[in-house]
Nanobody, 126 residues
Framework: QLQLVESGGGLVQPGGSLTLSCAAS????????IAWFRQAPGKEREGVSV???????HYGDSMKGRFTISRDNAKNMVYLQMNRLKPEDTAVYYC????????????????????WGQGTQVTVSP
């Protein structure tokens, strides 16, 4: 069974850091683009970052310079390092996988992702 499981969320003070992890099982990540999305209460789900099969990356404007996405295909893991966190980063964070027609594929739309995790809560508060 194909599955994505996020971990690493929690409560952090403004300016702090967290690293989220996404573990894949039932399939290998090599042929997939992996993204992090987030959804705050009352808001639409938005893209945070994407990493392609060949390691190319894309970030949302408010995440550039603060967040770093990485992948370890050998471990079937994807990570999101989040620094200088702000209260507006508070949300449930989801990882998602999209099958890639080519290794530098960077899908940006929600509908392009086939598999989703259950989410992990990140709360940034004093």
């Amino acid at each position: 069974q194909l599955q994505l499981v996020e971990s690493g969320g929690g409560l952090v003070q403004p300016g702090g850091s967290l690293t989220l992890s996404c573990a894949a099982s039932g399939f290998t990540l090599n042929n997939y683009a992996i993204a992090w999305f987030r959804q705050a209460p009352g808001k639409e789900r938005e893209g945070v970052s994407v990493i392609s099969g060949d390691g190319s990356t894309h970030y949302g404007d408010s995440m550039k310079g603060r967040f770093t996405i990485s992948r370890d295909n050998a471990k079937n893991m994807v990570y999101l390092q989040m620094n200088r966190l702000k209260p507006e980063d508070t949300a449930v964070y989801y990882c998602a996988a999209a099958s890639s027609p080519h290794e530098d594929y960077i899908p940006l739309g929600l509908y392009e992702y086939n598999y989703w995790g259950q989410g992990t809560q990140v709360t940034v508060s004093p």
